[in-house]
């Protein structure tokens, strides 16, 4: 059977039933998605930077208004359901994250990175990874959040993620209080400077705007909208080639990061559900995608900045599901064994509507 995939500007539609789906089941799981949007201002830029200590917790880049809870369901290819406004574009927070590996990704793919294991500091001469402690650092450890890479970028230093709790882990100290750096690769923290260095060593890699990267590699062949932006910030500019061209954030932290749509995220789920091809077109290998989703050493729920449901401990779902995560119920959840993409924006309970579409299949 031929497998199907939209085309830009469209999508085929199928009944709940036609898709393998408990109409009634699948009806409760949206209107729990609706029921619990999540508690926060419309003006999300309030949002930005609030939990970190002063003076690290003003804005950096832009932010916008917030739309309703919405989202997508998918299953097969075909669009099933959809709620609040698919098309509206968003700010999609730590969901960036994963956009930025699959970048990386590519750049591997293309022979620009030998592999993962690769110290960072051989290809990145900026005085980044100069340190004795900064130049243990490789790629694999930046994608999996185990650098402990050490430094001050774009007027953030690493130590205001220091101590940060999330995914219902508990921290080990107070969020901002800079504590004693462990050997890159022995320890896992979620760390928002370390990741928008990241962005920065794949810009100095691709030596081109990575949202142009992006559209040309992945959002343009998979038939995504124009409407979608990838943002950085206000003093994140820095020179390649004698241009200077805006190093974007791995998520909103400071403001910033991917802005878009819930049907957008949807093909870039549906290209990851499908091992990286579109429609016959290989655009990430198999080989990459494969290695982005074997779990982190001393993290089990964490890949190449993709969310993983190592044991179901995330997720009432088989245990190759995975997913990018960003604040504000903001979840594209890919589930290949059950050939299924729910998107999520806004949604106080994201696992909760994940769960109840899983238990709505037939």
Known sequence: ?????????????????????????LHTAIEHARSTEIDWPIDVGEMVGRNDPPPYDGILGPSKPRGPAGGVVIRHGYLVAEWGEPDRVDMTFSATKSYLSTVIGIARDRGMLSSMEELVHERIDDGGFDSAHNAAITWKHLLQQTSEWQGTLFERPDSVDHNRAVAGAESTGIKGVERPLQTPGSF??????????????????????????????????????DSWEWHGYRNSRVEIDGAQIQSVSGGAHWGGGLWISALDHARFGYLMLNGGEWEGRRLISEEWIDEAMRPCAVNDQYGYMWWLNTGQQLYDAPPTSFAAHGAGGNLVFIDPADDLVVVTRWAGDGAGVVNRVVAALI
């Open 1 to 25: 059977m031929t497998r199907y995939f939209p085309a830009r500007g469209s999508w085929k539609r199928r009944t709940p039933e036609a898709a393998g789906f408990d109409a009634a089941g």
């Open 188 to 225: 896992w923290e979620y760390n928002d400077v370390r990741v928008n260095r990241t962005a920065l060593c794949a810009l100095r890699i691709w030596r081109e705007p990575l949202p142009d990267v992006l559209r040309r590699e992945v959002m343009d062949p998979i038939g995504a909208s």
